[in-house]
């Protein structure tokens, strides 16, 4: 597979299957950190090695990327752009020079920092490359496999709520991203508490964003979001587990378990909000937008649609935070489609839930950049 391979999934069990097949044909290989050596991909003899196209390709594509193949043993793999973070954590390195500099001077800076390299490196193969380079001691990473990972969402979803539908599946090499929306009476009571005014809602669903990574990007997540076709808002904090200290499966499966005690902890936190009363809303929004590390152009476009939508003077915060939600349509809208950085922009806007808000309610634009 092409460093920039990516699929889509609107049916659950090919979603499923897809990464079955994928952790089935992946290796996981431990090694001596200090015995990797970086070869550079021109120096390889393509011609004599590989005898198919689609070899031929892989071979290109990481003549046209990394530029580099990884030997440790007998083994000799090419190296995927997403193996490079985990490869210079392990050489100790870093700096934005290391993707400037020649593939000969990457390769020299490589091998010799490698040299003081110290307990067991723990390479991940999948898609004919190497994809990370993890730390391989006991304590430093826990493989928890990606099918087994949304196998088990899926489950624990239909257990505790009385309706769930998959909304679709996502995958490349440096994240995979499953998503359902679910229904119990414990959200329509939900629903009623954040927006008396409004009609009983029977559209009112939550939708649970399941992420995982085998490459370092992230651990197994699970994200929360309350959605009645016109609103989404995002309900606090992720459910994080990371690849670390022996976490498994069970542990996933007992973060499942307490989505719904934490929606509930969301709803009382986002009820909360109403009660702080904002005297100056569009410059208290634009302000904690960039506190929470929001670009100043969309926290900028945000306020506008703000602006053009709602009527001017005093609100509170629960109203501000539902515009500053629709950021992340916004930036959709204008091409951000990389499911990482979704994520990571959902993540900023929740935090804008526990901040001291009358902190930012200045007539003053802040001039911090973001």
Not at 120 to 138: N, P, Q, W
Not at 166 to 181: E, K
Not at 207 to 231: E, M, P, Q, R, W
């Amino acid at each position: 597979m092409k460093d920039n391979f990516e699929v889509y999934f609107n049916k659950e069990l090919e979603f499923l299957s897809f990464l079955q097949d994928m952790e089935s044909e992946a290796k996981w290989l431990r090694t001596p950190t200090n015995s990797l050596r970086a070869v550079t991909a021109k120096n390889i003899d393509a011609a004599a090695r590989y005898a198919t196209l689609p070899e031929l390709e892989i071979y290109q594509d990481t003549v046209e990327n990394t530029g580099l193949y990884v030997k440790f043993g007998k083994e000799e793999f090419p190296v995927g752009n997403t193996a490079m973070p985990t490869y210079y954590a392990r050489c100790r390195i870093s700096g934005s020079a290391l993707r400037e500099i020649s593939k000969d001077d990457l390769r020299t800076i490589l091998n010799k920092c490698i040299q003081v390299g110290k307990g067991t490196a723990l390479v991940y193969v999948a898609g004919e490359k190497v994809r990370a380079i993890h730390a391989g001691d006991e304590n430093d990473y826990a493989i928890l496999p990606m099918g087994e990972v949304f196998q088990t969402a899926g489950r624990v979803l239909r257990k505790d709520f009385s309706e769930v539908d998959f909304i679709n599946g996502f995958y490349d090499h440096m994240l995979s991203v499953g998503r359902w929306s679910v229904f119990s009476e414990g959200i329509a009571d939900a629903y009623d508490l954040l927006f008396p005014q409004n009609v009983s809602n029977d559209r009112a669903r939550c939708v649970i964003s399941v992420s995982t990574s085998n490459t370092g990007f992230s651990g197994a997540n699970i994200h929360y979001s309350l959605v009645d076709g016109t609103t989404t808002v995002f309900c606090g904090r992720a459910i994080k587990l990371e690849h670390k200290n022996h976490a498994s499966i069970p542990d996933f499966r007992g973060n499942m378990e307490l989505i719904l005690a934490k929606f509930k902890e969301s709803i009382a936190d986002l009820e909360g909000l109403k009660k702080i009363i904002i005297r100056n809303p569009d410059e208290c929004m634009y302000n904690i937008m960039l506190k929470a590390g929001i670009g100043k152009k969309l926290a900028a476009e945000t306020v506008e649609k703000r602006q053009v939508l709602t009527n001017p003077g005093k609100s509170n915060a629960f109203d501000l935070y539902l515009d500053i939600c629709q950021c992340v349509d916004i930036a959709v809208a204008e091409g951000m489609d990389n499911g990482r950085l979704i994520e990571d922009l959902e993540e900023k806007v929740s935090s804008c839930i526990f901040m001291k808000w009358s902190d930012f309610d200045t007539p003053k634009i802040s001039r911090r950049t973001a």
